[in-house]
């Protein structure tokens, strides 16, 4: 049914860890870098994350990327969408970037073969946020309009609500979704980040807490409309809107608190892609770390 996101197809019953991996080189190298953390599914940028101007791909290396990522069995491959794009600015020239933008995104998700395409919904600056939400939704229908391609699912990414930043909490998410979806030739979903969960205020470090909020998300997106959990400790205390990501176990939510997130049944059969900082072999570290902490039993 359009507008109704499928079941994950990567399913196998083996946790899926996946890290935002750079592509600094060519988009080979995302795969290569994946890899050598042990990495079973990945994430990248197709352009800079903080330009306007889109990088142009040579076919040859998108085919490269393709192959070389087909061949490691590394899936889902989901594309994060540059940070400039706000969908909810009110018209003017920002705005017409950013449904251009966005198109461009789209566009090179699908040239890439991605599942996924995260997006985070928009910021309100000043704008009251129903209005703010009304234009997220124009913009996400004008900006995919007329372009066909099948098997990319669009994920629209909770936020941890600074400066008037839409998608803080889920029912704010799921009014986006429900109201879009029936008018998107993509079918939507979401993406939810523990780092922000966590600055929103949502207490996923305790077992009841996350308990709690997994309950809710099945009642206001639904489970099987949330692929993609992006995987970071918070350097912010909880409700602190503070949009900070730290490496698994040195934040707020911590060791256990993971441990509790990956060992939920509900949550099993997601795609966990850590965003953490990738310093000091940050990346390994955390792959390793979540690993471990989904063999263990919860306590
Ligand atoms: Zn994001
Ligand atoms: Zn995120």
Redesign the pocket.
């Known amino acids: 049914m359009r507008g109704c996101a499928a079941p994950p197809r990567h399913y196998t019953g083996e946790l899926r860890i996946g890290i935002h991996s750079s592509t600094r080189g060519g988009l080979v190298h995302a795969v290569t870098n994946a890899l050598d953390v042990g990495a079973g599914c990945l994430q990248i940028f197709t352009s800079s994350p903080r330009a306007w101007r889109a990088t142009r791909h040579d076919p040859a290396g998108v085919l490269e990327f393709r192959r070389a990522r087909d061949k490691h069995g590394l899936a889902p491959l989901v594309v994060?969408t540059g940070y400039l794009i706000n969908l909810a600015a009110a018209p003017g020239p920002l705005r017409d970037s950013s449904i251009q933008a966005f198109r461009g995104e789209v566009e090179r998700a699908l040239m890439v073969g991605a599942g996924y395409l995260?997006q985070?919904p928009g910021s309100a600056k000043g704008s009251p946020p129903e209005v703010a939400m009304e234009r997220i939704i124009r913009g996400l229908i004008e900006a995919t309009a007329g372009i066909r391609g099948s098997g990319l699912t669009l994920l629209l990414?909770n936020t941890a609500g600074a400066g008037g930043a839409i998608g803080r909490t889920l029912e704010e998410l799921a009014v986006l979704g429900q109201v879009a979806a029936p008018h998107l030739d993509f079918p939507l979903g979401y993406c939810l980040?523990t780092c922000h969960l966590y600055a929103a205020g949502y207490d996923i470090a305790s077992s009841e807490g996350l308990a709690r909020t997994v309950r809710r998300i099945g009642e206001t997106l639904g489970l099987d409309r949330v692929p993609v959990i992006?995987s970071n400790d918070s350097k912010g205390a909880l409700g602190s809107r503070l949009d900070r990501h730290a490496n698994i176990g040195a934040g707020h939510i911590g060791a256990a608190g993971f441990r509790h997130i990956v060992n939920h049944p509900k949550l099993r059969n997601k795609a966990f892609i850590l965003?953490t900082p990738s310093e000091d072999d940050g990346h390994r570290r955390d792959v390793a770390a979540l690993k471990s902490l989904a063999h263990r039993k919860q306590g």
Do not use: F, I, L, T
Request: aromatic share 0%; glycine share 0%.
């Open positions: 994060h995260v985070h990414e980040d992006h965003e």
